[in-house]
């Protein structure tokens, strides 16, 4: 534990400082949004009210946490992990996977983020339609395969892989099928190819007390429970 408080500290020196957008409530005057056990946020939904969040939504369960992004590492990622851990919020971190960069360099730059020792939950692979490079799909699903792999073997448990329904059935079914699923669709209960989503991403534009801009909203699925997400 002591190497990884270091490893923090060393980390919020490269931080920029804590970001205080947005100024006023953004969702103000909108209904609070219901039916849904987790958020996960990054450097886009700005300042989070962590107090107001942990309190004042008793559904929530978990957030999980942008660490990498496509070109760039979460500004707001070690605040928002230790703000989180705090308040005992049960916390994980996902990483958006980038076809133009190598796997290594890939898994390199989220192990430096995302100390094992700090997280609660599984750690997410976050694979769209922007982790393609000029649209060539021919290594993808080998080169995704490779980067769970790195994850399962650091630590020490399975990645969930989290994508949007269309491109989880065209691209990787049902090559991760064994994995634990986290499936966007923002119109209905996702369907797979050959396996049973754990989580549904059923919003992007949620309103949720303590965060003042949208937020994805996060429901379980098809018998899965918080255990499930959960570091083995």
Known sequence: MIAAIAVMVWLNRGQK???????????????????????????YQGRIFWDTL???????????????GKYNKDVNYVHNLNQARQLGIKVGSYHFFNMA????WQMADFSRMVISELQDLR????????SLCDGDTTHLVDSVKKMAVLMEQHYHCKPVIYTNQNFYNDYLAPHFNDYPLWIANYSKK????????????????GHVRGIWTDVDLDQFINGGTLRDLQRK
Do not use: C, H, M
């Not at 960069?101 to 290594?104: I, K, L, R």
């Not at 750690?123 to 922007?130: N, T």
């Not at 996702?190 to 534009?205: F, H, M, N």
């Open 17 to 43: 400082r804590y970001a205080e957008w947005p100024q006023t409530d953004l969702k103000a005057g909108e209904p609070f949004s219901t039916g849904y056990q987790g958020v996960d946020i990054s450097q």
């Open 54 to 68: 942990k309190k004042q939504n008793p559904e929530l369960q978990f957030v999980y946490l942008r660490a990498v």
């Open 190 to 205: 996702p369907v797979v190819k050959g396996a049973d989503p754990i989580l549904w991403q059923k919003s992007e534009t």
């Open 123 to 130: 750690p997410v692979l976050d694979v769209e339609d922007q």
């Open 101 to 104: 960069v190598p796997v290594a």
